[in-house]
């Protein structure tokens, strides 16, 4: 396993400063498809550099929330706030300018490209020179904050590999280096523990708890002993529904959490 980056090292890695306020408020999000409330009456505040857990059995909608936060969905009613600034229906490229992140359950990977090149078109494409076509020289700043970013998710080792010959697992933190380009000051994580191994999971606890303070984040995850560790306070959902709230503690050793979600047997 290795070992976390340092973080002198990893506060380098986006210099997005945290505003006065909350860096994310919702206020009564519904979405409806059709007849179906997929989430109704949804409010949450996040802080700047506050790291949350949204969990839910299947169907709570906890996708349907990260749809609306990034703009993939609109809300069929209620109002999202991005440090301050009125977002609701502004498109996913817009709130990506403001420093709105995500990543998603299906990877979404160059394959036939190298972990490095990956990174650094990642890095080109929310900077203002995302439209060159210029070779980068060895001493380009993306390509510095992209070698930066390899070596915050642990690839370093593998920066020249094709993604395609990665892992499992290594395309996994490969997409949390994409999601951490361009300085971002709040990032969606969507189930990033699925489908690795013990021993990559316990790597993707040192990750996530080695990014930049200043990095905000919510993490959709099954995988509790993942999610639990990572975060300082945890949103429950159920039907479409604000369920329950509190710190991991309080949220894992809840009688109602332990019947509803985790079969009454987590320890």
């Not at 992140?101 to 990956?118: C, E, K, M, P, W």
């Not at 070779?135 to 380009?140: F, G, K, L, Y």
């Not at 390899?150 to 499992?168: I, M, Q």
Request: glycine share 10%.
């Amino acid at each position: 396993m290795n070992a976390p980056v340092a973080p002198a090292r990893m506060n380098q890695i986006g210099a997005g400063q945290a505003g006065s306020g909350n860096a994310l408020e919702l206020r009564g999000i519904t979405k409806m498809f059709g007849a179906l409330a997929a989430i109704s009456d949804v409010t949450l505040s996040v802080r700047p550099g506050e790291r949350r857990a949204v969990l839910g059995s299947n169907g709570a909608g906890k996708t349907t929330l990260f749809n609306c936060i990034t703009g993939d969905f609109l809300p069929t009613a209620g109002l999202i706030r991005f440090f301050g600034e009125d977002v609701t229906v502004f498109p996913p490229h817009e709130r990506i300018r403001r420093g709105l992140r995500r990543t998603y359950q299906i990877s979404s990977l160059f394959a036939g490209l190298s972990v490095i090149d990956n990174v650094y078109l990642a890095c080109v494409g929310v900077s203002r020179n995302r439209f060159s076509l210029i070779r980068p020289r060895p001493d380009d700043a993306l390509m510095h904050a992209a070698n930066m970013l390899v070596d915050a998710v642990h690839l370093t080792a593998e920066k020249n590999r094709l993604v395609g010959e990665l892992a499992y697992g290594q395309q996994r933190q490969l997409e949390i280096a994409l999601a951490l380009s361009g300085a971002p000051r709040f990032v969606l994580f969507d189930e990033p523990a699925a489908g690795l191994s013990p021993t990559e999971r316990t790597d993707l606890i040192h990750i996530l708890t080695a990014l930049p303070n200043h990095i905000g984040y919510i993490i959709i995850e099954h995988d509790m002993d993942v999610a639990l560790r990572v975060v300082e306070s945890v949103t429950m959902m159920h039907n479409g529904r604000i369920f329950k709230e509190g710190r991991p503690e309080d949220i894992e050793d809840d009688p109602e959490v332990q019947e509803l979600y985790l079969g009454g047997g987590h320890g």
